[in-house]
Structures are given as structure tokens and as C-alpha cells.
């Protein structure tokens, strides 16, 4: 794969996760066990109903559903403000036709995915996790690409915010 669709990938996957977030700065955390870790292709059940427990797990796991499907409404829904400029800024510096929206950013990756035939299957580890905040420790399977995924809960739902980054590489 040439380093553009490498990097590309990197950028759609990883820093939605923000983790389409491709600064790079972030080191990874302390490895230590978890016992919330979970390993899954996608989400296949409804989220439990001990929301502060595994919410944020199911809510990054449908988000990772819905940027790859596209459903571009539910995948931006799920990103801060702040997070989508960022990584509409750093899509924007790695691909020839730049994208406008969150709309646009999340059609054009989830293009991308599928015509390299990507795989989404991810492991997610709980490092953290109140009922208003969480962070995970994500790591694509397929690649070994990873991040940590900081989440805050607004109401019902659980927002990816833009302290969400990329391991270092």
C-alpha cells in the first residue's frame, strides 16, 4: 500500500477516534489490563442497560459502525466540534480532494475503507469510565494501529472529543 493510502487510512480509522487524529504527540498509556476489554468485529447487541458500565464501549463500537456503513448523520453526531475540524483539517493535508464537512470527511473515509477492503475488527479496553467521561484504549486489530478514545456524556449520549490521539508511531 503506498504511504497515502496507509496514511489515509490512518487518518480515517485511528483519528476518529479520534483517531483519525494524525499529530502524533500522544504516547501510549501505561499497559495495564484491563478487565473491560473487549474484542469485536461490530456491535451486534443494544447497549446494556448499566449505561455507566459498558456505554461508552457500545457507543465508540456504534459509532465505528456508523463512520464505516457510512450513516454520516449518527458518525458526526458522535464527534465534538472540535474534533471534527481537526481531523477535517488533517484529512484535508493528506488527500488530493479536500472535504468540507463531517459529511463529506466520513462518506470519503468509509469510500476508502471499503475499496481497500479494510478491516474494522478492533479491541477496546476501558481505562477509564464514569457516567460522564470514559477513556478506551483502542487498538485495530488488523493493523495494530491504536489510540485512546476520550469520551464525555452529554445527557443520553457519549460524545468522542478532541483529546481523543493516535498512539505515537
Known sequence: MTSWGRRSLDVAGIGLIALMALSGCATAPTATP???????QAPTSPAPTDQAASGAVESYLAWLTASRTPDVDAACAALSPDLIAR??????????TPVGSCEEMIAATAALYRAVGDDASVDVA????TSTDATLFVTYLASGDCGTVVMKRGG?????????QECAQ
Open 34 to 40: 484491563s478487565p473491560a476489554a473487549v474484542v469485536t
Open 87 to 96: 481531523m477535517i483539517a488533517e484529512l484535508n493535508g493528506t488527500v488530493p
Open 126 to 129: 476501558v481505562q477509564h469510565e
Open 156 to 164: 443520553a449520549s457519549w460524545i468522542i472529543t478532541e483529546q481523543s
